[in-house]
């Protein structure tokens, strides 16, 4: 099972951007596909982007497409998620996850392997 920890969150005002990490301790990251979850309070966890082995195919939630942007570094065995124009409704614990799977899934039942997360609040 890969370890995964997510770092960048933080408290930042609406209309700020904000770039999360999520760095995997495996020297077959590549091999894995990736996504970041979010869950709001009272909410249930939601997909936001994924990205598939390679950097070649990605695919993005509805509501952040335009504002978000996935992407990994192979050789640095992290994944990172910028997101722009932040919005109070993006507050939320945000979650790496880690598939076998070679293409981007926005399922969570894909995912085999998650960090504990990291907290952004947006304040408007």
């Known amino acids: 099972q890969v370890q995964l920890v997510e770092s960048g969150g933080g408290l930042v005002q609406a209309g700020d951007s904000l770039r999360l990490s999520c760095t995997a301790s495996?020297?077959?990251?590549?091999?894995?596909?990736m996504g970041w979850f979010r869950q709001a309070p009272g909410k249930e966890r939601e997909f936001v982007a994924a990205i598939g082995r390679s950097s070649t195919h990605s695919t993005y939630a509805d509501p952040v497409k335009g504002r978000i942007t996935i992407s990994r570094d192979n050789a640095k065995n992290t994944m990172y998620l910028q997101i722009n124009n932040l919005k109070p409704e993006d507050t939320g614990v945000y979650y790496c996850?880690?598939?076998?799977?070679?293409?981007?899934?926005?399922?969570?039942?894909?995912?085999?392997?998650w960090g504990q997360g990291t907290q952004v609040t947006v304040s408007s």
């Open positions: 495996t020297r077959t990251f590549s091999n894995y596909a």
């Open positions: 996850a880690a598939s076998f799977l070679g293409i981007p899934a926005a399922k969570e039942t894909v995912y085999r392997s």
